[in-house]
């Protein structure tokens, strides 16, 4: 072993939401180069899998690659490395702690030897990225002396626990998953709704759930739904008022009395005839509720309890029998529970409290919500009743006894469940139907004394004593005893009844070149068929046709805007690569997904190497396409045919060729396939042998006429994905007939404006395939007597070789060039950039009198203005698309151009 080994280094670290380049499952990767520790795998480290077995004993079950329990002992004892160890750790103190975790996977990263990607799933981020950081941890600690270094922990957040203390780690992140996680009627609604494939977003760091996407959307806040009445809901809490209404129904309810002093709660009791009930106007969870008052001096202190809760007390007549809740959903029952007080069996050994403690320690048992079943908690009302029975918390009851804690049978207080679902008779299901109806409740839990659930009240006595909204779902989903029901399946049925959709349509749109235009042009098409359409862009967030965010918006951030949003009925996304390999995709799936082409752009940033690395990125796209939508194509470019492999739902084409010019959509054509293609200057649509024209390129704006190919090629694509969906010609036609290239249809993309004689450009062209495309048709404004300036720029993250490769070719297609520093240098320093651009267009024998360096785009703008002359051309590629814009109307508004002043040339000369 080397004396000074390299340590263990996390680089970096990734929390992915949506599909991602490695998983169509979100997972937390964590990038660890493990150092020296690449020549050590798991059989050259002697004891290392048994001391790390004892720790985890769970990992003894792990399957790994083998699928079955032991598997990953085995891979341990045949050699492993240690990235991989790490990846299981994690997953294990996740399932230790209570989250459903379950797969991950580690890979070699390409071109570092010895660097690692760990990904695995998580329940939320916090948690995973704190279970990661213990893995690692734990994985060193059991290496040799030496070896036991690790740097840029805190890439992964602070340490939750002592990693030596195993019990008071897993509980810490216990304590994560559970702050973090769905109470257990919401995530019941989840799971189901994710069962239906209906996706699910949380909209806080509480339980307000959106189901479904777009317009289609419902929500979700527990078991109260978007379609919960909110008078529905102020009636049920205010429980005297809801009692009435049930009263004039006719509905058995017991006789009681609203009151707000103690001298009028006497009046009522000795009027109603004891045993009374005393409970707070407005309560809920059983606080403040005391029950089987027989006298003045329990009504005095049950009275203090409940107004304490309320200003306003209800005393109502004590109905008999056992506490039932009945769960009516839409109009029917779809589960019974009785619910049992809180109570601890004798030893005649153990206190109260110490049977108390003892029963806390039931592992079902958890704080509030969180748990199938709540602890029974220590408090005033608990001890009033013991004292009312005679006893104290230091009693020790006789060996068999049971002793009653509470009157009242909330879960919430420590109660417990038994299921009754199928004893319930038809008059009592009858009579909670009726009372959900007459207070406007779509989910109501109904609570009903009754001597025996399976003969009808009328018969027996007892009747409602109240009804709640919001009724917690966890008493039905994991009774104490009997049948567990799935009560979230009616409640998700009833938001989405059968043959309903749940999302909304999502395009979506990714490639070097074009992304922003196209979805721009597939926006418009769906607008004219009246959808309410929500996109993003580089430009923007837009909803129905509103900007509502100025900001680069191609990322997954964006995307989930769009979704959230109630008003949009179809979602036409900008799908970049930054975000994809930052977070993923910003949705599950897309009807449709689209890859434009691949060119050389953001080569050698985040594992970015190739061309094909750029590719792969890419087809992420069209892999999460849904099994009956579509991925769109291009037929001319060779690396997004071969992304046609790996592309989800069905193959739609497109070309700026003919039929008979491509022998690729010949053969798909002959298959029944789907194309869009160029025939005779027409852009023609084909299903299988079927051919029909959408429009000519002459009716096409942003071809202007013919010149602007690469629009050509964008109106393809967009007549592709609208096409696919089931849109019909004539509306794609009218979309892309009325889409004009002006900065109001589309900012920063080839709007050119004619002042004072001069023609002006402006287009985001930041790569060299979208310079070339640009300069073919600024090739076609020249003319022996004008000059054509540029002002040129790129972003400070790509490589040297890519700055100098923007000089050469701006050399060869502009007379002058004013090349200009990025806005963001990305870690570059001030005046490296336009120093290499500058370096290119010198290499390429460009005249050095017609190359100036500007500090920044607006400069640069400025001094192309000013020194060209009519019949000029001037050419602008902006990364501020709306200030450059506003330069550009300043100066078509103003006297024209000027000769350069002083500080200009100051400038341009650096």
Request: glycine share 10%; proline share 5%; with cysteine.
């Amino acid at each position: 072993m080397s004396a000074s080994p390299a340590p263990m280094r996390v680089i970096e670290r990734s929390v992915y939401r949506g599909p991602h380049l490695y998983s169509a499952r979100p997972m937390v990767r964590i990038r660890l180069d493990l150092g020296a520790l690449e020549s050590f795998p798991t059989d050259r480290l002697p004891g290392f899998g048994a001391a790390l077995v004892s720790r985890l004993p769970g990992l003894a079950e792990h399957g790994c690659s083998f699928g079955s329990p032991g598997g990953f002992l085995r891979r341990m004892q045949s050699g492993t490395w240690l990235g991989h160890v790490i990846e299981h750790v994690a997953i294990e103190l996740q399932a230790r702690a209570d989250a459903k975790v379950t797969r991950g996977k580690t890979r070699s990263v390409k071109r570092q030897p010895g660097v690692y990607d760990i990904l695995f799933c998580y329940a939320d981020a916090e948690s995973g990225l704190a279970a990661g950081r213990a893995a690692i941890e734990i994985v060193a600690a059991l290496l040799p002396e030496g070896l036991r270094t690790v740097e840029g922990l805190d890439r992964l957040g602070p340490a939750v626990a002592d990693f030596e203390d195993m019990s008071a780690l897993i509980a810490s992140l216990a304590k994560i998953v559970t702050t973090n996680g769905l109470g257990p009627s919401t995530a019941a609604i989840v799971r189901e709704a994710r069962r239906r494939g209906i996706p699910s977003i949380r909209l806080d760091t509480a339980s307000l759930i959106q189901l479904g996407t777009g317009s289609r959307q419902r929500r979700i806040r527990a078991s109260v739904t978007g379609a919960t009445s909110l008078i529905g809901a102020e009636l049920a809490a205010h429980k005297h008022a809801a009692k009435s209404l049930l009263a004039d129904a006719g509905l058995p309810v017991p006789a009681g009395q609203l009151v707000r002093s103690l001298s009028e709660a006497t009046v009522a009791a000795k009027r109603l005839g004891w045993p009374v009930v005393v409970k707070p106007l407005d309560g809920n969870q059983g606080r403040g509720v005391t029950t089987g008052i027989h006298s003045e001096p329990r009504l005095d202190e049950a009275f203090a309890r409940a107004a304490e809760v309320s200003r306003r007390v209800i005393v109502e007549r004590q109905l008999k029998g056992r506490d039932h809740r009945i769960l009516v959903v839409a109009g029917k029952v779809v589960a019974v529970a009785e619910r049992v007080p809180a109570q601890v069996t004798g030893d005649g050994e153990r206190t109260i409290k110490e049977l108390i403690d003892r029963v806390n320690e039931d592992p079902r048992r958890g704080a509030g919500h969180e748990a199938v079943l709540t602890r029974i908690r220590i408090d005033a009302a608990l001890e009033a009743s013991l004292a009312h029975s005679g006893m104290s918390l230091d009693f020790i009851p006789p060996a068999g006894t049971n002793i009653l804690l509470r009157g009242t049978a909330n879960l919430s207080t420590g109660g417990t469940a038994v299921d009754r679902t199928d004893h319930i008779h038809p008059d009592n299901a009858a009579i909670a139907v009726q009372a959900a109806a007459i207070i406007g409740l779509d989910v109501a839990g109904i609570d009903m004394m009754a001597s025996d659930i399976g003969q009808s009240v009328a018969a027996t006595g007892g009747g409602i004593v109240e009804i709640n909204a919001a009724p917690g779902l966890r008493m039905h989903i994991a009774p104490s005893e009997g049948q567990p029901r799935d009560v979230a399946e009616p409640i998700v049925a009833s938001l989405f009844p059968r043959g309903s959709n749940s999302r909304i349509p999502i395009f979506a749109v990714t490639g070097t070149n074009g992304k922003t235009t196209t979805v721009r042009m597939v926006a418009r098409i769906l607008a004219g068929a009246d959808y309410r359409v929500g996109f993003t862009s580089t430009t923007g967030v837009y909803i129905d046709g509103l900007r509502q965010s100025a900001a680069d918006a191609s990322g997954p951030k964006s995307a989930r805007m769009v979704l959230r949003n109630p008003t949009v009925d179809a979602a036409v996304l900008e799908t970049a690569r930054g975000g994809l390999i930052r977070e993923g995709l910003g949705f599950d799936s897309c009807d449709v997904g689209a890859v434009l082409n691949i060119s050389e752009d953001h080569l050698g940033i985040r594992d970015i190497h190739s061309i094909e690395d750029l590719a792969r990125v890419k087809s992420v796209v069209v892999e999460s396409v849904r099994r009956r939508g579509a991925s769109v194509l291009c037929a001319d470019d060779p690396l997004t045919v071969g992304i046609a492999r790996h592309a989800r739902g069905r193959i739609v084409w497109f070309s700026a060729r003919d039929v008979a010019g491509n022998a690729l959509i010949a053969r798909h054509l002959a298959s029944g396939g789907m194309a869009v293609t160029l025939e005779d200057s027409i852009l023609t649509l084909h299903r299988g042998e079927k051919s029909d024209p959408i429009l000519p390129v002459a009716d096409l704006p942003s071809a202007l006429g013919g010149a602007a190919t690469f629009n050509i090629a964008n109106a393809l694509a967009a007549a592709a994905m609208t096409a696919a969906h089931g849109l019909p010609i004539t509306a794609i036609a009218a979309g892309l007939r009325s889409f004009r290239p002006s900065f109001e249809d589309s900012p920063g993309r080839l709007n050119i404006v004619e002042a004072h004689g001069i023609t002006i450009i402006v287009d985001y062209a930041h790569n060299p395939a979208a310079l070339t495309a640009l300069g073919e048709l600024v090739a076609r404004y020249r003319t022996p007597h004008n000059r054509i300036f540029a002002m040129i720029g790129i972003p400070g993250d790509r490589r040297d070789e890519d700055l100098r490769g923007i000089g050469v070719m701006a050399s060869g297609l502009f007379d002058e060039i004013m090349f200009r520093e990025a806005p963001d240098g990305r870690g570059r320093a001030a005046g490296t950039m336009n120093a290499l651009m500058a370096e290119g267009a010198r290499s390429a024998g460009h005249d050095e009198t017609a190359i100036h360096l500007l500090i920044n785009e607006e400069a640069a703008t400025d001094c192309c203005l000013a020194r060209a002359a009519p019949g000029d051309v001037v050419v602008l590629t902006p990364t501020d698309v709306d200030g450059i814009w506003a330069r550009v109307q300043s100066f078509a508004a103003g006297p024209g151009p000027i000769r350069p002043q002083a500080p200009c040339l100051a400038a341009a000369h650096g």
